[in-house]
């Protein structure tokens, strides 16, 4: 295993204290907790909202937290839920007195744990609501998941309901365009190599020189199909066509195109042009792009498509401002 590290079992605990010693205008640690917040928490008169999970799919939660999008972020370990008293802390931390709304991407620990720390949020006298994120159309269960699996479709719920939040909004409207954004997002994965979880040392799965897997999760979890690597054409046509099956797409969209962390931008742009290609053949026009990574998988080579179907609420939240680490608009 070849990684800048010290102690593997320290490694969260270092990422989060050199993010926050980097952007240090823009974020705080909540001291004793792995959980990092915009600068003027809690914010009067506003809506605080949390993701999280685990690490490892930087800059995937904390690169989100910030003026648009997130209140604050809570990292697990990697590819692990943060516990409830950690997120609990968060709840409590961001709290103006309007509510909490949490996004959940659904894997078993992170909805178990979020679920958890909202009831005891309650018991304490906060509003809490919630969504639970399950963009993947790949496969209904997997190792980690009952139900679809949540992954980088997240970003555009922490940019809408981020949005939602900033103008104002009370919780039940907040709640209302995440779950929106979630009934209009759908995505899938491929990968063409492991990664590996300092923890363990060893890649988290195999990979033949000549193959792809196709329907990935990005914690390794299986896919649907294991094959020859195709050309960027072949790859687009494998994504598009399973997302287009599952949902009908038409008139404005966005879309994404999510590096896993090891992928050069040179391919993701090579895909875009491609997927944009068939899109447009299919009379489908793209509103807006994003290329570059958002939800990655530590050092895995692949890459997933996101598209998400807009209206005009969708199009003016999504095109709203928003100042954080990662994506900036």
């Known amino acids: 295993m070849k990684k800048i590290i010290n102690d593997p079992n320290e490694a969260v605990q270092d990422m989060l204290e050199g993010l926050v010693m980097a952007y240090p205008q823009k974020l705080q640690r909540l001291a004793e907790t792995t959980v990092v917040m915009r600068k003027n928490v809690p914010v009067t008169g506003k809506v605080g909202l949390i993701s999280g999970g685990g690490s490892g799919h930087e800059p995937a939660h904390a690169g989100y937290v910030?003026?648009?999008?997130?209140?604050?972020?809570?990292?697990?370990?990697?590819?692990?839920?943060?516990?409830?008293?950690?997120?609990?802390?968060?709840?409590?931390?961001?709290?103006?007195?309007?509510?909490?709304?949490?996004?959940?991407?659904?894997?078993?620990?992170?909805?178990?744990?979020?679920?958890?720390?909202?009831?005891?949020?309650?018991?304490?006298?906060?509003?809490?609501?919630?969504?639970i994120v399950n963009d993947d159309v790949a496969v209904e269960d997997s190792s980690f998941t009952t139900g679809r699996r949540g992954i980088a479709g997240t970003v555009f719920v922490h940019k809408i309901a981020g949005a939602k939040a900033e103008e104002g909004a009370e919780l039940s409207e907040v709640k209302r365009v995440?779950?929106?954004?979630?009934?209009?997002?759908?995505?899938?994965?491929?990968?063409?190599?492991?990664?590996?979880?300092?923890?363990?040392?060893?890649?988290?799965?195999?990979?033949?020189?000549?193959?792809?897997?196709i329907g990935i999760g990005i914690h390794g979890e299986p896919g649907i199909e294991r094959k020859r690597i195709g050309t960027a054409m072949e790859i687009a046509h494998e994504l598009t066509e399973k997302i287009l099956k599952d949902r009908e797409f038409s008139g404005d969209v966005a879309v994404m195109i999510n590096g896993l962390g090891a992928t050069p931008e040179m391919e993701l742009y090579i895909l875009n042009k491609n997927v944009q290609k068939i899109l447009s053949e299919k009379g489908i026009h793209v509103y807006k792009t994003y290329v570059g990574e958002y939800m990655t998988s530590l050092e895995m080579a692949g890459c997933s498509l996101t598209l998400l179907q807009l209206d005009e609420e969708l199009k003016s939240l999504l095109d709203a401002a928003a100042d954080t680490i990662a994506f900036r608009q």
């Open 178 to 213: 995440a779950e929106k954004v979630v009934a209009n997002v759908r995505s899938m994965g491929m990968a063409l190599t492991p990664c590996i979880v300092p923890a363990s040392g060893k890649p988290s799965f195999q990979l033949d020189e000549n193959e792809m897997e």
């Open 66 to 131: 910030g003026k648009g999008m997130l209140d604050a972020a809570v990292a697990g370990e990697v590819f692990t839920s943060p516990t409830p008293d950690q997120v609990l802390e968060a709840i409590k931390a961001v709290d103006s007195g309007n509510g909490v709304f949490l996004v959940i991407k659904n894997y078993t620990g992170d909805v178990m744990n979020f679920e958890m720390a909202a009831e005891l949020a309650e018991a304490e006298g906060i509003q809490v609501e919630k969504v």
